[in-house]
């Protein structure tokens, strides 16, 4: 029997789609034009990808707006068959929708947003709250809590932080970042680069890049000038890659961990 939308949890479909209904009202926007304006949206996981995004029911969509889409891509979000383009304000956004091949969300289209893969709807909301890069996953948690432990950072044996009053960011799935004040690290040893990112749990993130030598990647630094209020005890403070540095707390060591932020550029939910 074919599971509704509706179902009160999370199902997964012969495909591998793991989905379930939101109760949050959600729209999206490209320039003036409301394109999304959901009272049922569903959130999907789709396979291999980590974070989820959201499908709608057509009658909450902008149909009007879509055509098929003129070159759709191939494999794309779990074999999708149809592809749409979106026409608003005179632009032609190519690829901007698309349906899923799994009964279970027949009847649903899903949207791309704009901030994650540089093309697609690019304002989405929650209720009138803004929200960045992609939905919130509501079985990942995120805290950032004050602490007193001894946290020193180097890289290639140089110390180029150390502090006893850093805010540890525990964040599902994550490895426990460290963010430490700007007074406690070396700031100098850094230079500040254009490179940026969004994460709909903290914010927009500014980086920076070590000085010296040695196999480290770019952007290895970076900061949250205004970060959301739920982790409001990171602004401003300075977080490492512990990936790709040598992080020490209380006096133990810690393993480099292995994340999909090993050895390629940090991008977003840093």
């Not at 199902?11 to 729209?27: A, C, D, L, M």
Request: overall charge negative; hydrophobic content about 35%.
């Amino acid at each position: 029997m074919t599971a509704s939308p509706t179902a009160p949890h999370v199902r997964t479909t012969p495909e591998g789609i793991r989905w379930e209904p939101s109760e949050r009202w959600v729209r999206g926007r490209t320039g003036d034009i409301t394109v999304v304006d959901s009272r049922h949206p569903v959130l999907v996981w789709e396979p291999g990808t980590p974070v989820p995004l959201y499908a709608f029911p057509r009658e909450e969509v902008r149909e009007d707006l879509l055509r098929p889409a003129k070159n759709p891509p191939l494999g794309a979000h779990s074999g999708s068959r149809v592809f749409y383009d979106l026409e608003a304000e005179g632009r032609l956004l190519e690829n901007a929708a698309w349906t899923f091949p799994s009964e279970d969300l027949a009847g649903h289209i899903a949207f791309e947003w704009f901030a994650r893969v540089g093309r697609g709807l690019d304002h989405w909301y929650e209720e009138e709250e803004e929200i960045f890069v992609h939905p919130r996953d509501p079985h990942k948690r995120v805290d950032a809590l004050p602490s007193s432990r001894h946290v020193q950072v180097a890289i290639d044996g140089t110390v180029v932080a150390d502090t006893r009053r850093p805010v540890l960011l525990f964040e599902t799935g994550l490895p426990t970042r460290y963010y430490i004040p700007r007074e406690d690290v070396r700031l100098d040893l850094f230079e500040r680069t254009d490179h940026s990112t969004g994460c709909p749990y903290k914010g927009t993130a500014a980086y920076w890049s070590w000085r010296g030598e040695g196999d480290v990647p770019p952007n290895v630094v970076w900061s949250y000038r205004r970060p959301l209020p739920a982790v409001g005890a990171v602004q401003d403070l300075l977080a490492f890659y512990n990936e790709a540095v040598d992080i020490t707390v209380d006096g133990e060591r810690l393993e480099r961990p292995v994340t999909p932020f090993t050895r390629r550029s940090p991008d977003a939910d840093s």
